[in-house]
């Protein structure tokens, strides 16, 4: 039986895999030792449980255990990469390289250390969503330190080449950075493969808890060193000092080791559940998928319904349906998605715009329910809208938008 709201905000957040909270439960009441605690069991046993999960988040992104630092998650992560690296490495240079249309985790911290002497490249993409490589290489300088381009686009799923980005960065002894938090457990992330220097995920992107993460900082070729941005107790190999939180990264483990097993089935699944959606939504006039569909995340569809506003078909169905509307980057603003507006999109379309994120526990009873739903529901707004009266008699929208 069909159980509403249907859930589709997936890039948000995900719901913590039942076999995760299985795993975690003993470590709140039973095994509750700090993992600093080298002399006696409670914290051996806590640190042994770190030892494995430490593994599991390596594995699914074929790192070296020792080179993951956790984190409360990505936003952290990737806080530290930034401030770490360009402290770091300030005596080489000051210049960084990034897209317009990263996380805001790395466009804010951009700007913030831009008040502190950095020069930021914020490098445009074209209509898929996709950097031009040539203007990358272009942009480094002597002074570049680091390049900062995101795997996946949390809004329009879109992959980026990251081989050949990192490739640039090698040519030219420039770090290659890489924001995987909605790539990791999705699809295969090799860091090794990938030529990537330091990575930040989060747990709860991936059936995880909350409120834990991890960065990864690459040890050899080259040995990479981040100047750490919280003080203590110099855990972490000195990076992020603070109490592990123990129960948190045991579900991280878990999260990734069920991720790695499943996910080029759930990939599969996903995917086909996906282009059903978006199949049956496109039949709709003037709805278009933003971003580009040759390279992209299986379970995610970015769709603009013009003449149609994202916010307004949100409460059409917003008790029934859970999703995100690309119209705005925060829930107070009234601006269109950055992310929408860097693909060159008009305030028509980026407007007009749903996020649909697909996840592991989504049915196909599901997906058909929200296909009848989001037709309905654009239809019976563009009844109602002068501008679509206007569309379809042929008038000139230009001058409207």
């Known amino acids: ?220 070729s080259p040995r990479v060193k981040v100047i750490a941005q919280m003080d203590g107790g110099g855990h972490e190999r000195g990076m992020r000092s603070g109490t592990l939180n123990v129960t948190g990264i045991v579900g991280f483990g878990k999260a990734c080791e069920i991720s790695l097993r499943e996910m080029e089935a759930e990939g599969k699944r996903l995917s086909i559940l996906r282009n059903k959606l978006e199949a049956a939504l496109l039949q709709l006039e003037e709805s278009y998928v933003n971003g580009s569909t040759a390279s992209r995340l299986p379970h995610v569809s970015n769709i603009s319904f013009k003449y149609v506003e994202g916010d307004a078909l949100m409460m059409g169905f917003n008790k029934s349906i859970a999703l995100s509307s690309g119209s705005a980057c925060t829930s107070a603003s009234p601006e269109p998605s950055y992310v929408l507006k860097g693909l060159g999109l008009g305030d028509d379309l980026a407007h007009s715009s749903l996020r649909f994120g697909l996840g592991r526990f989504t049915t196909e009873e599901e997906i058909d329910y929200t296909i009848q739903t989001v037709t309905d529901t654009v239809n019976k707004l563009r009844e109602i809208s002068p501008l679509w009266e206007m569309f379809k008699e042929g008038a000139d929208m230009t001058e409207y938008y």
């Open 1 to 220: 039986m069909l159980k509403l709201p249907v859930y589709l905000d997936n890039n948000a957040t995900t719901p913590c895999d039942p076999r995760v909270v299985e795993t975690m439960l003993p470590y709140f009441t039973e095994i509750f030792g700090n993992a600093s605690s080298r002399n006696h069991s409670y914290g051996w046993a806590a640190e042994a449980a770190i030892d494995l999960a430490r593994e599991q988040v390596a594995a699914l992104i074929g790192a070296d255990p020792k080179e993951i630092i956790f984190t409360s998650g990505a936003t952290e992560g990737d806080n530290l990469a930034l401030k770490g690296v360009f402290e770091m490495y300030a005596d080489k240079g000051n210049h960084i390289i990034t897209t317009e249309i990263e996380h805001k985790a790395i466009l804010d911290t951009c700007k913030h250390l831009e008040k502190l002497g950095a020069s930021v490249t914020y490098l445009k993409v074209n209509s898929e969503g996709l950097p031009d490589l040539k203007e990358l290489e272009a942009a480094i300088t002597p002074k570049t330190i680091l390049v900062a381009i995101m795997y996946a686009n949390n809004e329009i799923g879109v992959i980026n080449p990251i081989r050949e980005i990192s490739a640039l960065a090698k040519k030219n002894g420039v770090l290659m950075m890489s924001d995987i938090t909605q790539a990791a457990g999705k699809v295969p992330v090799d860091v090794n493969r990938d030529g990537i220097d330091l990575a930040t995920f989060s747990a709860h992107k991936i059936y995880g808890p909350k409120g834990v993460g991890a960065l990864y900082v690459r040890r050899k």
